[in-house]
């Protein structure tokens, strides 16, 4: 190998220098094979022989920091690249994450040595193949599944897409993190909808903005009561004005069908995204349901914001798709059928393509009630 002794001159050295010689070697031999930028085959083939015998014979701080060096070596075979992977120490799992590229041989190998923190930052690496995917999934750990719901290189499909959200309902950090990926369709996390922070509920509402729903076996029932709307929103702000939430639990039980549970999860959301889902159910307006919103939602903050997103909703997704959500969390539907054809989402966002922002409304139902909102907070203030 260029700028190196035979291989038998470094052999006998090792033999006879002792550590402090084998230290030296080291560390001078994985310099000069990673300053090479295209090393022929004799010398990958010469230098990875003698890496071999010196790696084990050197004191463990010099082969990390040999370790070290080699990682930055423009081309690396299996056995050196496990080589760097078993003397990084410490630095193993950084290196993992920043590594260029890592072989699918040298992954399973690492994968099989069982190391939680290394298996986790493999997971969080884009260029993770089929094969390795498939290794990684059936390994049963919250920092493995958090890590691959945070990678946004894999597109969770199929029995991948399965384990995702079996995950997401044991693990609230795996739901959140799903929840605001812009590749990852929100719907399919309705029914762990009362486990997701306000963000993450929003972002689960906007899913369902302009999309083509299937039949809720709760939509006749709701047709028939919506004619009741107007004493129903007016029962719920006098209601949510008196703090009476026991009472509105009550009141959403028999109505929604839902259990009492679930009904106290509503009536105490002070985020008020759970509360809309019931309101656009009943076919509310933005103007009417807001109305009920701002008494139901915190007013521990500015809520304005909050409060026009909602009124944008009301105009955006239908009443069948909230319909469709209350029907999920009754049980009777399963909102994986979602993931079919006919109900995807009518526009994916792309990470590739900026989205067009759209352009400002005037004269809409939702500016009205925006409008009418502003009023309603001044006399709450002065009152």
């Known amino acids: 190998m260029i700028g190196f002794q035979p291989y038998e001159t470094f052999q006998l050295l090792i033999e006879t220098g002792g550590v402090e010689r084998a230290n030296t ?50 081309q690396l075979t299996p056995s050196l690249e496990m080589l760097v992977f078993e003397n990084l120490g410490t630095g193993l799992v950084e290196h993992i994450a920043t590594a260029p590229a890592i072989s699918d ?9 069982g ?3 290394i298996i986790a930052a493999i997971a969080g690496r884009y260029d993770i193949s089929n094969t390795v995917l498939a290794r990684l999934f059936p390994i049963n750990s919250r920092k493995i599944y958090r890590a691959l719901a945070a990678n946004e290189g894999i597109a969770p499909r199929g029995a991948y897409l399965s384990a995702l959200l079996r995950s997401a309902q044991m693990d609230h950090k795996v739901a959140a993190t799903l929840s605001r990926r812009t590749d990852f369709d929100a719907a399919l996390l309705t029914t762990i909808f009362f486990d997701l922070p306000e963000r993450g509920r929003l972002n ?61 999860e509503i009536a105490h959301d002070t985020s008020g995204a759970a509360l809309f889902v019931v309101l656009r159910a009943f076919g509310c307006t933005a103007y009417d349901g807001l109305k009920v919103l701002i008494h139901a939602t915190s007013h521990d903050e500015d809520r304005s914001k909050t409060l026009a997103v909602f009124a944008r909703l009301f105009e955006s997704v239908s009443t069948p798709a909230m319909v469709y959500m209350l029907s999920a969390w009754r049980g009777d539907v399963n909102p994986m059928e979602l993931t079919r054809p006919e109900f995807a989402p009518l526009a994916q966002p792309s990470r590739r393509t900026p989205e067009r922002q759209p352009l400002p409304r005037t004269g809409s139902l939702s500016d009205q009630a925006i409008e009418a909102l502003g009023k309603l907070q001044s006399v709450r203030r002065t009152g």
Request: aromatic content about 6%.
């Open 105 to 113: 041989d040298v992954m399973m190998r690492l994968i099989d040595k």
């Open 204 to 264: 689960v509402l906007q899913a369902f903005v302009h999309r083509n729903m299937p039949q809720a076996p709760m939509m006749r029932t709701f047709e028939h009561i919506s004619v009741a709307t107007d004493e129903f929103t007016a029962a719920l702000m006098r209601l949510f004005s008196d703090n009476r939430r026991p009472a509105i639990t009550r009141l959403l039980t028999q109505i929604t069908g839902l259990d009492e549970v679930r009904c106290g």
């Open 115 to 117: 190391d939680l923190d």
């Open 25 to 74: 070697l080291l560390i001078a031999a994985c310099d000069a094979y990673a300053r090479r930028p295209r090393p022929l085959a004799a010398e990958t083939e010469q230098f990875e022989a003698l890496a071999v015998r010196l790696f084990p014979t050197a004191a463990p701080t010099v082969r990390t920091r040999a370790a070290a060096i080699l990682s930055s070596a423009s």
